[in-house]
């Protein structure tokens, strides 16, 4: 029931055969296939990690960018502030001494215009008075010195007159 | 008592007639289905999208790797084929018995010579790992009192592995047979489930997991 003969070697060359047939055929492409996977997996997450990170540096980049753009955009804002205001400063100062110099201006002209009519109305008056006087007269003579003695007259009166009036 | 006598199936008429034993014949089957089966399995093999019958096969030579790499660990992993092929035929050749054949495990030759490969393994892994003078250093380990023991263990390690699992078969495989003597239908369900595929797979799960265990060993 028990013996032991060649048929052991035939079997240790059976297992050999058998190792080497599953080896070639059934293990070896599928772990081969099962390592690629991975390979192909580990390569994929360590590519979404590459990807990741340049994401997040770009986005601080983009961030920094912004910043420094709205920075730039007080900075642009607030040195138009200054110089509009420093502008409008300048031109009110200006319309100021304008308007003084008018106002200055115009109240001279006013004097001359004042002074201009009170002579003219002088020489009215000494016209009028003279007019007035030859008629009563009647008569002219030594008109020319008549003339010149109204006038002081006149003058005289006018004087004292807008002394009592001022 | 006919039952239990290893046939010769026939004789290779050269130096005097060479018999082939029925197991290993029955090898010879098991080894062609294996091939076949994995020529059809292991066809159109795709890493991006397998389909499902890739993913069944995946997962089944996966478990077996991950099983015996999480014993072997990294240095052991060359081993790990021999020992995935090593389960895979003793689980067939157990539950050949079901399909009409004589298990070979039945057969002490059968068994002899897988234990005689394992230790031969083992001992390779051994020396492959620790070089000659480590090999033989490892003998006197952990003290030089321990040396008959470890000497006797290269003998006892390939004895008890064929035993247990020649053994486990005849015994089986015997008790089948005389169930289906008893009665041939229905009876014998319940008793092939446990002594054919049960203990079947339990015996090639025990022979390889103490290949591999003493193979661990041999390494450390």
């Known amino acids: 029931m028990i013996e032991i003969n060649i048929n052991v070697v035939f079997t240790i060359i059976n297992l050999i055969v058998l190792y080497l047939l599953m080896k070639k055929f059934l293990f070896g492409p599928i772990l081969n296939v099962m390592e690629q996977r991975k ?3 580990d390569q994929q997450f360590a590519s979404a990690k590459d990807t990741e990170e340049q994401a997040y540096e770009l986005k601080g980049k983009y961030e920094d960018a912004l910043k420094s753009a709205k920075d730039e955009s007080m900075r642009i804002i607030n040195a138009a502030k200054d110089e509009a205001k420093v ?20 109240k001279a002209d006013i004097r001359t215009e004042q002074e201009n009519a009170m002579k003219a109305m002088e020489s009215r008056v000494a016209e009028i008075a003279l007019d007035a006087a ?30 009592n009036k001022h | 008592m006919e039952e239990l006598q290893c046939k010769t199936v026939f004789t290779i008429p050269v130096f005097g007639g060479i018999p082939i034993a029925e197991s290993v014949a029955v090898t010879w089957i098991i080894m062609a289905v294996l091939l076949i089966l994995s020529l059809v399995l292991v066809r159109n093999l795709s890493v991006e999208n397998p389909s499902k ?26 081993y790990i084929p021999y020992l995935m092929t090593v389960v895979i035929y003793i689980g067939i050749a157990n539950i050949f018995g079901v399909f009409g054949f004589v298990p070979p495990t039945k057969d002490l030759n059968c068994t002899i010579g897988l234990a005689l490969t394992s230790i031969f393994l083992i001992e390779y892994a051994g020396f492959h790992k ?91």
């Open chain 2, 53 to 78: 019958k890739q993913l069944l096969l995946e997962s089944g030579v996966g478990f077996l790797h991950n099983f015996f790499k999480d014993i072997l660990g990294e240095e052991g992993k060359i």
């Open chain 2, 130 to 220: 620790k070089g000659l003078k480590g090999f033989i250093k490892s003998f006197a380990e952990p003290s030089p009192v321990m040396l008959p023991i470890n000497i006797l263990e290269i003998a006892i390690r390939p004895t008890s592995l064929c035993m247990r699992l020649f053994g486990n078969v005849l015994g089986s495989y015997v008790v089948m047979k005389l169930l289906e003597f008893i009665c041939p239908a229905i009876l014998p369900i319940p008793f092939s489930l446990y002594f054919d595929f049960f203990d079947g797979f339990i015996q090639a799960y025990v022979f390889v997991f103490l290949t591999s265990l003493f193979i661990k060993e041999a390494i450390e």
């Open chain 1, 39 to 41: 390979n192909m997996i």
């Open chain 1, 87 to 106: 502008q409008a400063e300048r031109i009110v100062k200006d319309a100021n001494t304008q308007a003084g110099a008018m106002l200055d201006k115009a």
């Open chain 1, 134 to 163: 030859s008629k009563i007269m009647g008569e002219k003579n030594s008109s020319q010195q008549d003339l010149s003695l109204y006038d002081q007259f006149i003058k005289e009166a006018g004087d004292s007159n807008d002394g």
